[in-house]
T-cell receptor
Framework: SQQGEEDPQALSIQEGENATMNCSYKTSINNLQWYRQNSGRGLVHLILIRSNEREKHSGRLRVTLDTSKKSSSLLITASRAADTASYFCATPRRGNNRLAFGKGNQVVVIP | GAVVSQHPSWVICKSGTSVKIECRSLDFQATTMFWYRQFPKQSLMLMATSNEGSKATYEQGVEKDKFLINHASLTLSTLTVTSAHPEDSSFYIC?????????????FGPGTRLTVT
């Protein structure tokens, strides 16, 4: 089974709106991470939430984690055109530091 | 934040030739690096874990004789795609953990676009 498997989404929103995307995983984790990837580029780490945290904020980002449901959400508030990218959640594989990535959510913010 | 570079950023090669991709940690030491490949509009697939001073660990289904990994120093890992074929055309990305081998965030290189003709 694949960890960090978010619901496949392709969001197209207007600038200023909020964007929400979800992620679900299969096994127990000690943290969950969100990354952004601009087209044709590497990934940029956005935020890490630990298993004992329920919510975390970083600037316009808000991440929630529900370990009972094995799910996480990423909210981008007041979106900007520069937020246009693919967003991936990732979870560490048990027993090592390799990350398993979800399928990704493509977000397009229309100016 | 820490910086990871890759070289080249893109490469076109003929079928049957070999291509080497470099991954460097510029301002930190990385005893471990990871190599991923990504097909268009898909997620990252981990290919192998590169370990400084020892053999790489390959994921299931990845041919170690085709994708040669060398991690000769604490700041450099190389991936060589041997006898490349068109199906090897992909986006190859490397990363390094931020805290040695722990499960913290990873720093990613900008990727290398390989096209095999």
């Amino acid at each position: 089974s694949q960890q960090g498997e978010e619901d496949p989404q392709a969001l197209s929103i207007q600038e200023g709106e909020n964007a929400t995307m979800n992620c679900s995983y299969k096994t127990s984790i000690n943290n969950l991470q969100w990354y952004r990837q601009n087209s044709g580029r590497g990934l940029v780490h956005l935020i890490l939430i630990r298993s004992n945290e329920r919510e975390k904020h970083s600037g316009r980002l808000r991440v929630t984690l529900d370990t009972s449901k094995k799910s996480s959400s990423l909210l981008i508030t007041a979106s900007r055109a520069a937020d246009t990218a693919s967003y991936f959640c990732a979870t560490p594989r048990r027993g090592n530091n390799r990350l398993a990535f979800g399928k990704g959510n493509q977000v397009v913010v229309i100016p | 934040g820490a910086v990871v570079s890759q070289h080249p950023s893109w490469v076109i090669c003929k079928s049957g030739t070999s291509v080497k991709i470099e991954c460097r940690s510029l301002d930190f030491q990385a005893t471990t690096m990871f190599w991923y490949r990504q097909f268009p509009k898909q997620s990252l697939m981990l290919m192998a874990t590169s370990n400084e001073g020892s053999k790489a660990t390959y994921e299931q289904g990845v041919e170690k004789d085709k994708f040669l990994i060398n991690h000769a120093s604490l700041t450099l890992s190389t991936l060589t795609v041997t006898s490349a074929h068109p199906e090897d055309s992909s986006f190859y990305i490397c990363s390094a953990p931020s805290h040695g081998g722990s499960s913290y965030e990873q720093y990613f290189g900008p990727g290398t676009r390989l096209t095999v003709t």
